[in-house]
């Protein structure tokens, strides 16, 4: 009774259109072009690498997307077993008429080219928008990215930040800044005007988040201009930083940042928990792990600080869920948001969606965001938290609490998309 | 089958009288008066306020009991989804006839006044108590809580020791003690005899336990009294104390309950990790998180020094619970106590009730208290629990080890009660 | 439904004959004699004292079997409820033909006499293994074994380094490492031979594994020969050497092992995350705890210095769980394997098995592995295994993806034997 009852709100949930509130498609080429451009996500790239296809059977120069595509069919068997394939399922059946349970070394080509043909008809990027049931998509944008030649009221700018916090460092990094607000910068001042500058162009193209990516030890913290003057003079005069002149030099911007958020009235969203490149082999994107001996209580200044920004939270881990869910429950800016990388898997989806929802503000739980750099990947990605959003509505609300199907649905719904409406604007 | 099993067995665990061995009960007005003093709980105000409700909507001075509650009426909206929100719903219908499935702005003020006039009965207090089925309720007392005029074979007192390890270092704090012993504590050995006398006259007075809560930092280590002689005279002649000293004193002042607890064979429960006042703005008792960076490891040396010492442990958090149920699967002294706070919600109590039940003898988990202010809570609380008891008793007992069903019931009949008789006394 | 499909796939996946890649087991002693080495088991002993037997009634000089178990038995009252006695129970029940529920003092004299006359029989042994289809049986040995007298063809060396990496400064483990090599290590070139030498005689012997437990606070990383040969000669002086110079010449000996695995392609079970001699008092192999703050992360060193060494990693933690799944998912060379000691209950193997089934490659996780020290253990912890991967199977695989049983069955199989054999080699 519990799974048709399940079935039937996830049925209802099915038919919600969506806005994704975090992604990082390319707006100027959002859909795929050919299977290699799904295949080719770091999803799959790395978990064949990981099951023991060398790195260069796919990234070697010259490697055409079908010979990519070639060399990761074999690996796939190894991975049905996954949540990531199943999306892969989903997008082959749902897209390009695959009927079979397997993606193997005798279907494959004609998955591929059904899949290339379909890709090649003029609208469909429409059509999988339209099959998909988006209505907004947000992106990731550099900071120096002109926004420009692409619909901002659909594919809705985000300020991306990670380079400007921790790779000031970089010269090529401080050009791009200088080069993107036309300024020079080599005083703080002119460091934090060329950031506002950033907020001024962003939110003048309809940006509705900064974002960024967070190590597990970073806190933050304030910095006065006075701080980094003389650590800010001697980078650009091509001396290097000592290690904590780096971190302060990271705080400051973040700090700078967050008053930004605050002036713009931009939410700010913060992905933490993150450590780049710990396999240094492995394939694109496929390098990133963490620690997870990381806690919220590290953003006890920023939180308290800025009580007027709101901070939609993900956190890499299942283990950090429980802090954001007590942090989410306590401070009005807190946001829960969403299911990221490696809790975004059903086993820890299931659990968090739980513990979110019996225990903070429906206002304050932004169900999920795809992350998908094609816009193929929001179906299959999406479909699975509706089925698990659906179990937990069906579990904790209809069985346990005695709702009617119509409230469940109700609070699905505003999980599902009104938070987004409320917390990033409409 | 297994829902309806659960259900026989739930409805069996619900007869079942209670003591409840931890509670922040006011035994000189342990019943509420007017539906403010339920709504005013801060598991209420902290989440209306995170989602939105300004802090002086409700703690401004001159509030009256029914605009507070006319204030936090609008906002139980968005908390509908929350287990808090269910004892809610729980408390209105059991006590106060309410027939509805929501608290809203039509329907509140007549809610306010049916429990007015219930609550309004000389006998109320005893009424909460005899729907309840509560035979015991255990408070925290003030270490200068007089303990007069009630009933302490009732309303047992507990001594909680927050004031004494953390803050000895503010002048008031020891003028109470100087107070309540009736001595001069100028030196380090009058210190320790105005600590025993407490112990003396809690003992005297029915005491069950001494109790305090921790940070997540705090470390338990033997300190020697000539170790504190220095800085106990500094500060007693107004001196401040550097933070390593303020760190040893609180080890000192801890030893020195530890080893009262033994002397006077009082069970030492420990409340491990929370930080106070994370989040300044927040509202009364709104304010507290933690870091989850903490380990039992850091009771090593209590556990070991102490053999003769029962400690009840809570962990605030899930991801500390395997923990719990391992020193308790290993030391002798060592119980796992009830599902606290930011864990005390149903997706968290369920695995922990789960893997505690099925690693740990039966005599080492003490099931459940309500840590309520007010005697109302005491019924939805631990109903919440014994819920997810009947679950798992029918789940891993019932059904995975084919138990009969009164046999799961007697496990369930020490958790919930036998096993705080046995460990904190008749 | 989902119930009586989850009892199909168990009952098959109970056929299969097993290979069992981690055990304690004596080969010259395999199976128990008496029931004193089931109950002597430290799961038992160590519950039963946590439980309130003092350490001498089990361990004092000169008690023999039976009072052993005669002490042990009224104990047993209190731990009915954990998987632990679940174990004992099913032993009891498939090998001494026990017909009741509960070992109580007016059964167990009659069960010790049972269970010893089947022990007397010659070939019990051979029955254990046969009726617990076990193909072979990996041991844990001493570096200076000299793996004589039984057949490494079922039982299965393993070169187990704890000594040599955290007790190389005690006098006695280097004279053993002198005696087993037959050479001087005065010099660190002779260590690394003598070192070299270990790896020659345990593959020679049929050796598939390194391996080494951890604590918590463990971090690979290369050391030179260079950087030890000070310490190195001021140890065999008779010198002690400063904290940070034991941990120099644990991560040196690490690395050396390291690199032999690489050299012999030899895979390195790692068991990461145990604190030794936590609870000093207590019973026999029962005073082992941890520290849950470790990370994953301490081996990126390793992990990346060594990508042609399997390393095979067990975690002691349901918190490190994740960030296992994660890097099995990125490192080729990382391999989830089993569950290990606190974290071998239902309520953790059953996250963690479906947080790993449902995300990593089917060839990078080996499903189980008994830990045991006497023959009779492998047959209730494997069925508790099989019991909860069929459940997995049935839920996350056959009702959520739509599988066949057929195919459910065969990643079943391939977790639970095929991994062993492609990982350890057949």
Not at 146 to 165: I, M, N
Not at 212 to 220: E, K, Q, V, Y
Not at 226 to 236: K, Q
Request: charged share 20%; proline share 5%; with cysteine.
């Amino acid at each position: 009774m519990s799974i048709e009852l399940g079935e039937r709100l996830f049925q209802e949930l099915e038919q919600l259109p969506l806005i994704d509130p975090h992604t990082h498609i390319n707006p100027h080429s959002a859909a795929s072009e050919t299977l290699a451009d799904i295949l080719g996500y770091h999803y799959y790239t790395e978990l064949a690498h990981s099951a023991g296809l060398p790195q260069s059977a796919i990234e070697a120069d010259g490697i055409s997307p079908k010979e990519k595509v070639a060399a990761l069919v074999p690996q796939l068997a190894l991975l049905e077993n996954t949540a990531q394939y199943q999306w892969l399922l989903v997008m082959c059946k749902e897209f390009f008429d695959f009927q079979e349970d397997r993606i193997t070394a005798d279907n494959w080509e004609s998955l591929y080219d059904a899949a290339g043909a379909k890709m090649a008809v003029g609208d469909w990027e429409q059509q999988v928008l339209k099959q998909s049931k988006l209505d907004q998509v947000y992106l990731t944008n550099d900071f120096d990215d002109p926004l420009t030649g692409f619909d901002t009221s659909f594919y809705v700018p985000c300020l991306r930040t990670d380079d400007l916090v921790f790779h000031l460092t970089k010269p090529d990094v401080r050009d791009r800044l200088a080069k993107a607000t036309n300024r020079d910068i080599g005083t703080v001042e002119e460091l934090q005007a060329a950031i506002t500058d950033l907020f001024t162009h962003f939110t003048k193209n309809n940006a509705r988040a900064c974002a960024i990516s967070l190590p597990p030890d970073f806190s933050p913290a304030p910095v006065t201009s006075n701080s980094v003057t003389s650590l800010w003079t001697r980078l650009n005069s091509g001396k290097s930083l000592a290690a904590d002149e780096i971190v302060t030099l990271s705080q400051f911007v973040f700090w700078q940042l967050a008053e930004n958020c605050d002036e713009f009235k931009l939410p700010f969203d913060l992905m933490i928990g993150v450590n780049r490149k710990v396999y240094e082999a492995g394939v694109f994107q496929g390098q990133d792990l963490y620690d997870k001996r990381t806690s919220l209580i590290q953003y006890k200044q920023l939180f308290n600080g800025f009580p007027n920004v709101t901070f939609p939270v993900s956190v890499l881990t299942h283990t950090s869920n429980q802090e954001l869910v007590s942090y989410a429950w306590i401070f009005p800016n807190v946001i829960a948001n969403g299911h990221w990388w490696y809790s975004n898997t059903p086993a820890y989806i299931e659990h968090d969606c739980r513990s979110r929802l019996t225990a903070i503000p429906q206002s304050k739980y932004v169900g999920y965001y795809s992350d998908m750099y094609k816009l193929e990947f929001a179906l299959p990605k999406f479909r699975m938290y509706r089925r698990i959003l659906a179990k937990v509505l069906a579990e904790d609300f209809v069985i346990a609490n005695g709702w009617s199907e119509q409230r469940a649905l109700e609070l699905g719904k505003r999980i599902l998309r009104g938070n987004v409406e409320a917390i990033f604007g409409k």
